[in-house]
């Protein structure tokens, strides 16, 4: 199948077909459409299956890539997903949202030619072979520990750690504040690019597996953790992921239309907006739509208001576009479906009609100075180069801060002066015995991925300190 | 699921009481709280504060007006049926705590949220002055259940058909003129709560109001319920839903409350066109 004698290594990647950019932008079916077995062999068939492999180095949950690729290579593909699921309980969902450009695909040795194995590819394609041909993971039901575990929040942290724990024999619950589980997979990441029908699926097999998920219980209110411990739960996972949107703190922002990305996203996403009325929450239709930002949030409340029939939409960001934090896919896909990039650009303050509704935006133009502490060179405003947009919807996608939910109602639980949790890296272990973190509420907004390995180091932890002895009882705590 | 166990029509048809099986919830709900209910899988998530909540029940009970096709959806649900989705406490409680005289006014559904606020009031050891006020007579919702919590109960209608000839806010300056008031507290429709704070404020009483502005998650995350507070953005699902009334921006949450509008009537009318066929 490989195009060399030796069967290495071909001289490009094998695309991912994708739907026509024209079609996709008004839809929101998936937009890679997948690989056939015969792409899937072809591009395995270039891995050189490196002695020591530093694609796995640069995967956060050290899947052994090179042995997956080439259990695919030799069509054995049930095999291959069994293989990824040793490390990775998600690949249906990190194939698709990992950033692996700058991950296993970055550290592939083939990324020097600038062709790296599409690793991601290949993991959706085992994913979506095993899916579709209704390939379970069969491990022995492991001896139950009797040990009870509470997971607050039902994202990629907080799954992994369940799938991890479930795995070693302790019984897990997990506490989800949403109608829905999932987290940010449900309420954040569009349908187009990670369709809630996987998500679904990998929470099904986890409560098959003997999760167990409470939905609708905002841990903090509904339920404490004091509570949570005097229930019998040994040890507490919080993952509750990340909080309050930020806004610019710049007049009118208030005004009718003006709203936060996490608002938008959700309401599209987990409310299924996009198909109102036939569901019944409302989204804002903008005809000149305005994104503040320009990471994978931005590119995917872009898309998301472009799919909605927008005439125009624009990404308005203060920096220029190497520093923009999107994947290079994301910023390739939005451009691709007619998204314009106003860089260089800073909002300034936004425009209203006399019911409040938002009808433009004042922004000034930009150059970039010396480096700043990221490393970055800072944006400067270019003084008397204001200019004014037309827009009836502004998306604010600049960050979030953290949540003060839980927090707010945990004593004990020590807060870095940002409000997120103090875990230690390595474990994940906080301030309260007993209790550890991992994803958005500690490290701020990260990826998918690097939540799922907080989770899987958090659940080695947990599960160390469940064999060791448990929880001591508060009375001999101290 | 969150079964009704007791369903009441108020104010002719237009109001409605849902005494929902809860029993997490209740058991942690105090005055001024609220909670998220959701009716089926399709439904919208509608922030309502509670009116009333019994641990040993394991209830939570709920009054609104019927305004919109979820509300309306709301009061097709029957004593048997259940609320897919309930989510709460939300919100902190109201403070209640012993301050003096307290003046307690309600409009509308208001009244419904004021009720058990004004009886932990009460119970805190205030004198508590009620005031409530709707269109018409048959409007006027928990007029006893007001009367058992106050020291003296005053009620006014719009045209006259029960009790005082016109707004709550009349009463209240006249309450103001004669007494000295330490608090006051105004739950109801946003133009009487914004009167209620230009009527106290010269008297310089502290004035507390409660929100209900548009909302998805009520847990801090999609900030579609930021108030403009002291001219601090404040989110009424985690800071709030109780503000001091004299900082609130009032006319830009009325603006703000008219965000779907349209998409309410579209809406409103599908659901209407459903129930013909």
């Known amino acids: ?478 | 699921m969150f079964k009704i166990v007791k369903r009441k029509e108020m104010a002719n048809g237009t109001v409605i009481l849902n005494e929902i099986k809860a029993p997490l919830i209740a058991h942690k709900a105090k005055p001024g709280q609220f909670v998220i209910l959701k009716a089926d899988e399709k439904g919208e998530r509608i922030p309502l504060t509670m009116a009333d909540s019994d641990p040993e029940r394991g209830t939570i009970t709920v009054i609104y007006k019927v305004v919109g096709k979820s509300t309306e959806l709301f009061k097709s649900l029957e004593v048997g049926d259940s609320y897919q989705d309930a989510i709460g406490p939300l919100g902190q409680p109201t403070h209640l705590e012993k301050v003096g005289t307290v003046v307690c006014v309600g409009g509308g559904t208001g009244i419904a949220v004021l009720h058990p606020i004004a009886q932990g009031l009460k119970r805190a050891g205030n004198r508590v002055i009620g005031i409530i006020g709707a269109r018409t007579d048959d409007l006027i919702i928990l007029e006893e259940e007001m009367r058992a919590v106050c020291d003296e109960l005053f009620v006014c209608t719009d045209d006259g058909s029960r009790g005082h000839h016109g707004f709550v806010t009349d009463i209240l300056r006249k309450v103001l003129e004669e007494e000295t008031v330490n608090l006051t507290v105004a739950i109801g429709p946003v133009p009487m709560m914004k009167f209620v704070t230009e009527i106290t404020k010269p008297y310089k009483v502290k004035t507390l109001v409660s929100l209900n502005p548009i909302m998805i998650d009520g847990t801090g995350m999609c900030g579609g319920c930021r108030v403009s507070v002291d001219g601090e953005n404040k989110f009424a699902c985690v800071d709030g839903p109780e503000f001091d009334g004299h900082k609130v921006d009032f006319d830009q949450l009325m603006q703000r409350l008219q965000a779907y509008q349209l998409e309410e009537k579209e809406s409103s009318k599908a659901h209407r066109c459903k129930l013909d066929l």
């Open chain 1, 1 to 478: 199948m490989a195009d060399n004698e030796d069967g290495t290594e071909t001289k490009t990647r094998v695309a991912m077909p994708e739907q026509e950019p024209d079609f996709r932008r008004r839809n929101f079916e998936e937009v890679p459409l997948g690989y056939t077995q015969e792409m899937a062999i072809k591009e395995a068939s270039r891995c050189l299956q490196c002695k020591s492999p530093t694609c796995v180095e640069g995967c956060p949950v050290e899947i052994d890539i090179p042995a997956f690729i080439q259990l695919i290579k030799d069509e054995k593909v049930d095999e291959a997903i069994k293989k990824i699921w040793e490390k990775n309980r998600l690949p249906a969902v990190c194939g698709r949202v990992c950033p692996q450009e700058s991950q296993c695909e970055g550290r592939c040795v083939l990324a020097k030619k600038g062709r790296p194995i599409a690793i991601g590819n290949l993991e959706r394609f085992a994913a979506d072979f095993a899916r579709e041909k209704g390939i379970e993971e069969v491990s022995p039901k492991p001896e139950p520990t009797g040990k009870k575990v509470a997971i607050v929040g039902s994202g990629p942290a907080g799954l992994t750690v369940a799938a991890d724990l479930i795995a070693k024999g302790h019984q897990v619950t997990i506490f989800e504040a949403l109608h829905k589980p999932g987290g940010v997979l449900v309420y954040g990441i569009p349908e187009f690019r990670l369709p809630k029908d996987i998500v679904a699926d990998e929470v099904e097999s986890l409560e098959r597996q003997g999760a167990e998920i409470e939905c609708n219980t905002v841990v903090g209110m509904t339920v404490t953790i004091d509570e949570l411990f005097e229930e019998g739960y040994g040890a507490i996972f919080i993952g509750v992921g990340a909080g309050l949107p930020r806004f610019m703190n710049i007049p009118g922002e208030n005004l009718v239309g003006v709203m936060s990305a996490n608002e938008y996203l959700t309401r599209a996403n987990l409310m299924k907006a996009y198909l109102f009325p036939e569901y019944d929450t409302p989204i804002p239709k903008g005809k000149n739509v305005v994104v503040l930002g320009a990471g994978n949030v931005a590119t995917d409340s872009a898309r998301t208001a472009m799919r909605l029939g927008a005439d125009t939409v624009r990404i308005v960001y203060r920096r220029s576009r190497e520093e923009m934090p999107a994947r290079a896919a994301e910023i390739h896909h939005a451009e691709e479906e007619g998204i314009e990039f106003l860089l260089l650009t800073n909002p300034t303050r936004f425009l209203g009609d006399d019911v409040g509704r938002v009808v433009g935006m004042e922004c000034i133009k930009m150059e970039l100075g010396e480096p700043d502490a990221s490393g970055r060179r800072r944006p400067l405003a270019i003084e008397g180069s204001e200019f004014e947009i037309e827009c009836d919807l502004v998306i604010i996608a600049v960050g979030t801060e953290a949540n003060p939910l839980l927090t707010r109602y945990t004593e004990g639980l020590k807060l870095n002066k940002w409000g997120y949790i103090e875990a230690d890296p390595e474990t994940g272990k906080t301030s309260i015995e007993g209790v550890w973190a991992g994803g958005d509420i500690v490290t701020g907004s990260a990826t998918v991925i690097q939540a799922m390995g907080a989770g899987r180091r958090a659940a080695s932890s947990i599960h160390e300190y469940l064999t060791r002895n448990g929880r001591a009882s508060k009375s001999v705590e101290s």
